[in-house]
């Protein structure tokens, strides 16, 4: 597995705050065919994300261009994520799952996330990118780059179990 992060720009505005970048690359072998992988992106950003506690997120991805990934916390309460930029399902030559919003940073932040998925020998390659901008505290910049990394765990588990 391929681990880098890097902050490349920061600005100071005139109230003081700084503007930053963030890009997060994570690359992960998974021993299971493509089209397996392609379905565990979607069940563990959706419907099977969790909390490092265990807990549901309550996720909820619609996956077709434009859909919405929010977390639904019921009663017409929640957080807005994201939008689905690209979605590229196999069987495409280059399948490609794009979002883009806040995430999960409520403040003047853009990112885009990127799955992109390869089918090797030894299964599926998926090259998995986090590209943000804005007003990144230092906790989720600390934080981002380990973050990901149960989630990609997750979907490799998922799919080699289901392969």
């Known amino acids: 597995m391929k ?3 890097n902050s490349s720009v920061q600005m100071l505005t005139p109230e003081g705050k700084t503007i930053q970048t963030l ?3 994570k690359e992960t072998l998974i ?3 493509l089209s397996i992988t392609w379905e565990s992106v979607i069940e563990e950003i959706g419907s099977a994300a969790m909390m490092p506690n265990g807990q549901s997120m309550s996720m909820k991805l619609e996956p077709w ?3 919405r990934w929010y977390r639904d916390l019921g009663n017409n309460a929640g957080h807005f994520w994201g939008h689905v930029q690209v979605i590229k399902p196999p069987p495409h030559p280059k399948p490609l799952l794009e979002l883009s919003g806040p995430l999960f940073m409520s403040y003047p932040v853009m990112s885009n996330l990127q799955y992109r998925l390869k ?4 299964g599926t390659l998926i090259v998995f990118q986090h590209l ?3 007003f990144i505290s230092d906790d989720h910049r600390r934080g981002v780059s380990a973050g990901w990394r149960p989630l990609l765990e997750r979907i490799r588990t998922t799919a080699e179990t289901a392969r």
């Open 119 to 122: 089918e090797v020998d030894d």
């Open 132 to 134: 943000a901008f804005g």
């Open 23 to 25: 890009d997060v690359v």
């Open 65 to 67: 261009p434009g859909g």
């Open 31 to 33: 021993e299971a065919p």
């Open 3 to 5: 681990n880098e992060a």
